[in-house]
Nanobody, 120 residues
């Protein structure tokens, strides 16, 4: 069973920075892609940033230029560097890993989430 463990969340003032980490229990090259999603109270979960095995990245428009997604393959860890944080970035952030299986098709794995709170 794949395990994804997030860390690095916390409380910060607007304009500050945080770095989220997601440690995977398996070699991250085994995943087609990994990403960060977030869910604010009363809102649907949304994609924040995603990186493919080939290192192609994409970001939500709201975080472009402020957030950077990256991996450390030796540590099997996914990161999200968040700069110039805004109160609207307040949410629970979830790590995601995608794997395509021959029989089941795409399978998604999720971490437990880490809270990010940005105060004005």
């Amino acid at each position: 069973q794949v395990q994804l463990v997030e860390s690095g969340g916390g409380s910060v003032q607007a304009g500050g920075s945080l770095r989220l980490s997601c440690a995977a229990s398996e070699n991250i090259f085994s995943f087609n892609a990994m990403g960060w999603y977030r869910q604010a109270p009363g809102k649907q979960r949304e994609l924040v940033a995603r990186i493919t095995r080939g290192s192609t990245t994409n970001y939500a428009d709201s975080v472009k230029g402020r957030f950077t997604i990256s991996t450390d393959n030796a540590k099997n860890t996914l990161y999200l560097q968040m700069n110039s944080l805004k109160p609207d970035d307040t949410a629970v952030y979830y790590c995601n890993a995608e794997r395509v299986l021959i029989v089941r098709g795409q399978v998604d794995y999720w971490g437990q989430g880490t809270q990010v709170t940005v105060s004005s």
